[in-house]
Structures are given as C-alpha cells and as structure tokens.
C-alpha cells in the first residue's frame, strides 16, 4: 500500500478533480470539507486502504480531538461528556431556549469506508464554519457533535454514544460488556480516559434539544437510479430478529428415497424462497432477510437433519414491521406443517422504528429544494444515531447519493459535489430551525 501521506494526496485529488467551484457559496467551501474528509482518512488508515477507527480506540480518540481542534478554530465552545461524546456549541441570540444539534460519528466497522459518519461530523461543522465567514448569528444555539462507537466493533452493539446521552444504557448489562480482545468495558473506557461513574453521567434533559439533524451517506443505490445528490429520509427502520431452527432427520444421502425424507434444509430452502414475496405486500418500505443458516450435520452425503437461521426483518413503520414478523412466523409455520418438520422460534430483539414526522420531513424539503435540488423520499434500512435521538426530540436525516451504493469498504465514495450540495441542505434546514420557536 502507499504511504498514507501519499494516499491521502491521492484521495483529495480524486475528491476536487471533478468539483464545481460554483457550489463554494455562502460561507460554504468545498475544499475545506474535502480537506477534513482527507484527513480523517488517514487515521487508522489500514494495508486495504480502509479505515479502521473502532470505538474507543486509539484511532478514533484522534479523530475526535482534530475535531475538536477544528471546532475551536470554527469559534465553537468544546467539551466532551463522560461517554466521550464530542460537542461544539455556537451560542445563539436566546442562549436559553433548546439547541439546535447535527452531527454523526468517526468510528468504522474493520476496514470500513472514509465517508460513513464522518461526513455528517464534517458537514455539521461546516455549517458553522460558513456562518462565521458570513457573520450570521443564529436565534437558538447550534451544536456539532460526534457520538462515540456508533458502528458496535468494540462491544457488538452499536448507538452507544446516542444511547448514553439519551439515557437508554442498562448499567447492569454494560459494565458486564468485554470486547472482542477480552477487554471490559471498565478497563476499554480507562484506556480511553473516560470512566464508567461518567459514562452513566451523560443523559440528557431531551427539552434542551429542538432537534437532531444528520447528514449520512444514503449506502444504496436509490439516490443514484434517481441521478440525484441528496434525499429526504422518512424514517429509520426497526429491525426484529427473528431466529428459526427447522428440525427434520438426519439420514444417508444414497439410501433414503426422496419421498421418505424429513429435509429440514429443504424446508428452511423453500422458506428463504417464498419469504422474499412477502414484504411488498405489506410496505413499500418493508424488507425481510436470511443472511446465515447454520445447517447440520453439515455433510456431503448426509440428509440435513437441522437448520437455524434468523430473519432480519425491518420497516419504518411499527405496525406494518410487526404485521410482516407475523406473516414471516405463518409462513415458518405452513412449511413445517406441510413437510412434517418441527419448528422452533424465537425472537431475539425487536426495536422501535422512527418515522420522520410528516412536519420535519416538509422543512427538509424545503430545505432541499433551496439547494436546487428535486426532492426525492426515501427510508432508511439501516440503523444510525437519529433513531436514538427521534425518540426523544424531532429528529431528521439527509441521505447523500453513494456510488453502486457501496459503504462499510474501502471502496465507499460519494462525490464532493454532492457532500456539498447536502451541506447548504442541512445549512439552509439549520437556519430555519435555528429561528423558529
């Protein structure tokens, strides 16, 4: 691999190769944002030309404190929660009412992308850089902000900054956490000059939050089949695991007649088939998944005799999310009926939605179309820090088109032109918020 001094060279040329100058306008620069993402990427920059900046490391302690030195260049007041959360506030004209707060994360999966998070930190931030070269004072304050270990790699489950400052950690489980290097979370929080007494110091009184915005990169392709830069999210799905296990009889692949068989794979087969009908039945927005089976005895010339696997099911709306875990469980049920095989379920975790109030999304649009941009809906799949916001204060986010809708790899871009134009989104969607009551 390059040096990284020499990767970093090349990323920003490939950054500002294609960049129109025209979209540096009202405080905004294109260069300095493509600067910051450069930067970035060479923190915990591995061999595959990754990231790998895992919660609480050492790699993304770096990241937040050269925030931080750009936030207090910005004329930002900075300070950091017992989680380790990151936030600059730009006083407003009636300091006292609720703050308007944008930002995202700089953590990554292993050999994660270089846009992923980190452009909703950069993009926050340039807001406020933009408001200082134009002189603009907003009526309520403003704060940046960067949540700490979003992805989960440290602990295996992730939204752990946002669920501290919104106070939705279970002490009791937490502290009994280890990593994947055996590490508990006592000790990783000390290493990374946190505390655990401070951790469970951080909530939040969500009343001195109006609203919590985010810019993501969209990591689809719908934003690109529309050709278009940004989008307006109408919600954050909730997913339900919901695990299988199809139990049949093992037998000997040879000697066994077709029609004397109890396949528990041939089963889980024809459920993983028929499942993929069932959500566009339901929602527009409804997805329903089988990424892994465990199947045994898992032999050549053996009859499976056992199948597990879990359904990932996910929509932005709890009802139509719960109708389909229904139907998913009936379908389970049919096939085992028909084929004689037994079937165990269980539901490993079910986590509210957040829809987008109909209200938010409009000022988004608004937002959006002052960009010259033509508004596009679209949900989001995957979880991200404003579903742990939306449940306590109004909450939105902006997608950001990804190319071949590739993220979590080094291969994630999404171009400047288009990280700009949802920077003046989010500004112009700022400004207003920051003056209404």
Known sequence: MDTIKDFQEKFLNNLLKDFNGELDYSGVSGKRVAK??????????????????????????RAKELVKTWMQQAGLAVYEDGAGNV??????????????????????VPNGGHFDGTLGVIAALEVAEAWKETGFKPEKAFEAVIFSEEEGSRFNSGLLGSAAMFGETDRKRQINLTDNHGNS??????????????????????????????????????????????????????PCWLELTFTGEAGHAGNTPMGDRSDALAAAGEFVSELEKLPLGISD??????????????GINVIPGRVQLTVDIRDIYPETRDRLVNEVSKLAEAIADKRGI??????????????????????VKEAVESAGIR????????????????????AAMIFVRSREGISHNPKEWSSLDDCVKAVHVLKNLAEKLCSTS
């Open 87 to 108: 936030i600059g506030r730009l006083s407003g004209k009636k300091d006292g009412e609720a703050a308007v707060m944008s930002g995202s994360h700089v953590d990554t």
């Open 285 to 298: 927005s409804a997805v329903a998944t089988v990424g892994r089976l465990h199947v045994e005895p898992n």
């Open 36 to 61: 910051r993402l450069t930067e970035l990427a060479g923190i915990g920059l591995n061999e595959q030309g990754g990231s790998n900046r895992m919660g609480f490391s050492p790699e993304e302690r």
């Open 342 to 363: 037994n079937l165990y379920q269980n539901e490993n975790i079910r986590i509210m939605p957040v829809p987008v109030s109909g209200d938010l999304q409009e000022k």
């Open 185 to 238: 979370f006592k000790e990783v929080l000390e290493k990374d000059g946190l505390t655990v007494d401070r951790f469970f110091e951080s909530k939040r009184n969500p009343r001195d939050i109006a609203a919590f915005l985010e810019v993501h990169i969209e990591q689809g392709k719908q934003l690109e089949r529309e050709n278009l830069p940004a989008g307006i999210v109408t919600g954050i799905a909730g």
């Open 375 to 394: 508004p596009y809906f679209l949900p989001s799949g995957a979880g991200h820090d404003a579903m742990i916001a939306g449940r306590y204060v109004p």
